[in-house]
């Protein structure tokens, strides 16, 4: 169980973390964003970070940004949905105060978003994932497939997207694990030759709690933290990220 002060060192910390990155990586402090993945976290414990300067959050589950919506409301934040995002579930996500999709990667679901959007006269943010690692065990479309998906959601007038997000190789080789975030900014400059209409390409949330230094060196803007802040979960974080897991992330 983490304590206040616990979480406000841990912050700290992880601030530290991504400024020495950037540092080594001859970037701009402001140029990378915390995203803080409260998976599994109770309200309080995530009101301790937001009262001490964090805005940002992400959560996997619609089961659980609803139950912690009215906990929430009180304390300014900016909310981002990061797992996987069933179509029966949109309707949730939109009621919610959910302002950005870092999950999609399916035209089916984008084509049920539109229909949402549209019917409650509202606009979405979003990020498409791409499976870099290649994965099973992980969603996101192929990084082949990645500009051809991009270019059908673009007609989407209610979809706006605003980057790409990635889950990288859960390995000790942090060799493998860059060539993860290599992918996906080869992937961006790619998408940005294109010039496609209703696209921006500013943003990759790639990186977490473990290898969040090696994605800043290749160009992330949001790092996704949750361990590293609220401490051990009673899994570590491939557990959480296995999302064809059943009751994982659905």
């Not at 406000?8 to 992880?14: G, S």
């Not at 579930?89 to 084509?111: F, H």
């Not at 006269?121 to 992980?138: D, G, L, R, W, Y």
């Not at 709690?209 to 570590?236: C, Q």
């Amino acid at each position: 169980m983490p304590t206040n002060s616990s979480i406000v060192d841990n912050l700290r910390e992880i601030h530290a973390r991504i400024e020495s990155a950037c540092v080594n990586s001859k970037r701009e402090v402001s140029e990378v964003q915390l995203l803080l993945a409260t998976k599994t976290v109770k309200p309080e414990n995530i009101k301790v970070a937001l009262s001490n300067n964090e805005r940002l959050i992400g959560e996997n589950k619609v089961q659980e940004v609803k139950e912690k919506y009215e906990a929430l409301l009180s304390v300014p934040h900016e909310k981002h949905f990061i797992g996987h995002l069933q179509s029966n579930k949109i309707k949730e996500v939109l009621r919610y105060g959910v302002t950005c999709i870092q999950s999609l990667d399916r035209l089916s679901l984008a084509e049920k978003l539109q229909k949402r959007l549209t019917f409650e006269n509202k606009h979405m943010n979003v990020f498409i994932q791409v499976n870099t690692s290649a994965e099973k065990s992980k969603f996101g479309v192929s990084p082949d497939n990645a500009i051809s998906l991009i270019k059908q959601i673009a007609h989407f007038d209610r979809i706006h997207i605003k980057g790409l997000m990635t889950i990288g190789l859960f390995s000790a080789d942090k060799e493998k694990v860059r060539e993860c975030f290599q992918l996906l900014k080869q992937l961006q400059q790619a998408i940005i030759s294109e010039n496609i209409s209703n696209v921006s390409m500013k943003e990759l949330s790639m990186g977490m709690s473990g290898d969040l230094e090696i994605a800043i060196e290749e160009g992330a803007t949001i790092i996704r933290v949750g361990t590293a802040v609220f401490g051990e979960r009673a899994y570590p974080d491939s557990y959480y990220w296995n999302e064809n897991t059943n009751n994982i992330v659905q």
